[in-house]
C-alpha cells in the first residue's frame, strides 16, 4: 500500500477528484455508506442466519456492528500510512468487549460475518469502479483495485484479530468475576454466613436433595485441563440431576453433584485419572447439612488419600473407602500409639515393612487368601506365605484376619508411620 500516494485518479463525475487508491475507497465508502450498510446487513443475515437470532432487537445489533467497522475502515483508509501497517481504532475493540460482555453475538459468528461482509464489499467496489458515476477507465482500475484490495484484505486480517482478542479476554474476565463470586457464596454457604434460598439462588443449586461432594487437585498447573475433562466425563457417567463446581486456589476445585445412579461409586471407582491428577469424594448426604457433611467426608478423603500415597494411584479416594482410617486418625497421638500396640516393629517405617504391610492389607482385603493376594500383588503365592511368616515374626503371633485391632493398625499406619519415627 506505500505506493498508493503515486496514482492520480482523474475526475469522474463524482464531484470530489480521489488522488490515490485509498482516497477513492474513502470517497466512495463515504458517499455510499447508507446503501453500503443496507446491502451488507442483508448479506450478513442471509449468509451467517445465527445472526437474526441474536439476543434483544438482533437487526439492530448487526446494523451497529457493520456500522463500527464501516467507519474503521474508512478511518484506517484515511490514515493510511506509507510504510502500509495498519490500526484498527481503539473503538471496535471497546465495541467488541461491549458485545461479549452482553452476549450479544458469539465470536464463531462475529467472524464468519467479517468473511461474508468483506467478500460483498468487495463484490459492490469492482461493480461501481465498472459502471456508474465512480467508474474508473481500466488502466486506473487495476492500480485502485490493486490497492484496495490490499487494503480491504489487511483490515479484515487485522480486524478479525482484535476481535477474536477482545472477546476472548473480556469473556475470560467475566468467567473470573462469576467465577470468583460463586466461590465466595459457596464459601460463605459452608460457614454458614449464607443463607440457603440466597445460595441456591446465585448457584443455581437446589440444597434439599442429596449431594455427594468431592475435591479435585493438580499437582501441576498444566494438567489443569486434564483434570476439567476427567471431572466432565465422571460427571456425564454420573448423570447428575445438578452439578456445581468452584474453583478454590489455582490447582485445586470443591464439587457437588446430585446423582440419579445408585451405582455412583462403583462409577467412580472404575475410574482412571490422568497422571498429575487427584480426585477424593465424600459420601452421600442429604439436604442442607448434607451439603456441608460430605464436603468434609470429601476433605478428609483427601487428607487420608495423600498421607497414605493412595491420592497418587490413578483411580479416586472415596470416603467410604478410607473411613475407618480417617476417623481413628483424628487423634494422631493416640493413633500412632494404636499402631504401636497391635504392630510392634512392622510399624518401624522401613521400607522392608512398608512392602510387608501392604501385602498383609491386601491379604486381609482378600479373606486371608495367598492365591488372591498373590494375583493382585503379581508375585507367586510362595512369596505371599514366606512374607506372611516374615510379618508374624515381627508381630510376635499369629496373623487373625478376624481381628478388627489389627485391620484398623494396619489402615492407619501410613497415617502415622512419620510420626512414629519423630517420637
Known amino acids: 500500500m506505500g505506493s498508493a500516494t503515486a496514482t492520480t485518479i482523474e475526475d469522474s463525475g463524482v464531484g470530489i477528484v480521489p488522488t490515490t487508491p485509498l482516497h477513492w475507497l474513502v470517497h466512495w465508502l463515504g458517499n455510499e ?52 501497517r495498519m490500526a484498527v481504532p481503539t473503538f471496535v475493540d471497546r465495541y467488541t468487549r461491549a458485545i461479549a460482555r452482553h452476549e450479544m453475538l458469539r465470536l464463531p459468528v462475529l467472524l464468519r460475518a467479517f468473511e461474508e461482509i468483506h467478500a460483498t464489499l468487495w463484490r459492490r467496489l469492482v461493480a ?20 484496495v484490495s490490499a487494503h480491504l ?15 476472548t479476554t473480556e469473556r475470560a474476565l467475566l468467567a473470573r468475576r462469576s467465577s470468583t463470586h460463586r466461590t465466595e457464596v459457596v464459601t460463605g454457604l459452608l460457614a454458614g454466613t449464607v443463607s440457603q434460598a440466597d445460595a441456591e439462588r446465585e448457584l443455581g443449586y437446589e440444597m434439599n436433595s442429596t449431594h455427594i461432594g468431592y475435591v479435585a487437585w493438580v499437582e501441576q498447573l498444566s494438567e489443569l485441563d486434564r483434570l476439567e475433562g476427567v471431572l466432565t466425563t465422571l ?6 440431576r445438578r452439578h456445581l463446581w468452584v474453583p478454590t486456589g ?66 479416586p479416594v472415596l470416603y467410604d473407602d478410607v473411613a ?27 521400607e522392608a515393612t512398608v512392602r510387608l504391610l501392604q501385602t498383609l492389607r491386601i491379604y486381609l482385603d482378600e479373606l486371608a487368601s495367598p492365591t ?18 516374615r510379618i508374624e515374626t515381627l508381630l510376635g503371633r499369629r496373623v487373625d484376619p478376624a481381628s478388627l485391632p489389627l485391620r484398623v493398625a494396619v489402615e492407619l499406619a501410613p497415617l502415622v508411620t512419620d510420626s512414629t519415627r519423630a517420637g
Not at 128 to 147: I, S
Not at 235 to 240: C, G, K, M, S
Not at 331 to 347: H, I, K, N, Y
Request: charged letters at 25%; aromatic letters at 6%; a neutral charge.
Open 33 to 84: 455508506h447508507d446503501e453500503l450498510l443496507d446491502a451488507l446487513v442483508e448479506s450478513a443475515i442471509s449468509a451467517v442466519p445465527e445472526l437474526a437470532v441474536a439476543r434483544d432487537e438482533p437487526l439492530t445489533q448487526v446494523r451497529s456492528a457493520i456500522q463500527v467497522h464501516l467507519q474503521a475502515l474508512t478511518e484506517c483508509a484515511g490514515e493510511s500510512r506509507q510504510d502500509g
Open 128 to 147: 461501481a469502479m465498472r459502471d456508474g458515476r465512480y467508474e474508473l477507465p481500466p488502466v486506473q482500475r487495476a492500480d485502485v483495485l490493486e490497492h
Open 153 to 167: 484484505f489487511s483490515y479484515f486480517r487485522i480486524a478479525s484479530s482484535v476481535t477474536a482478542t477482545a472477546y
Open 235 to 240: 460427571t456425564e457417567r454420573l448423570r447428575p
Open 250 to 315: 489455582e490447582n485445586s476445585v470443591f464439587g457437588w453433584i446430585s446423582s440419579r445412579d445408585d451405582n455412583w461409586c462403583r462409577l467412580v471407582r472404575e475410574t482412571a485419572l490422568p497422571p498429575g491428577t487427584r480426585c477424593a469424594w465424600g459420601s452421600l448426604h442429604a439436604g442442607m447439612g448434607g451439603f456441608r457433611a460430605t464436603h468434609l467426608d470429601a476433605l478428609e478423603a483427601r487428607r487420608v488419600g495423600e498421607a497414605t500415597g493412595s491420592a497418587g494411584e490413578g483411580t
Open 324 to 350: 475407618v482410617a480417617a476417623l481413628a486418625s483424628r487423634d494422631v497421638a493416640a493413633a500412632s500409639m494404636f499402631v504401636r500396640r497391635q504392630l510392634g516393629r512392622l510399624a518401624d517405617g522401613s
Open 372 to 389: 488372591r493376594t498373590a494375583r493382585r500383588l503379581h508375585v507367586h503365592p510362595n512369596t505371599v506365605v514366606k512374607r506372611l511368616e
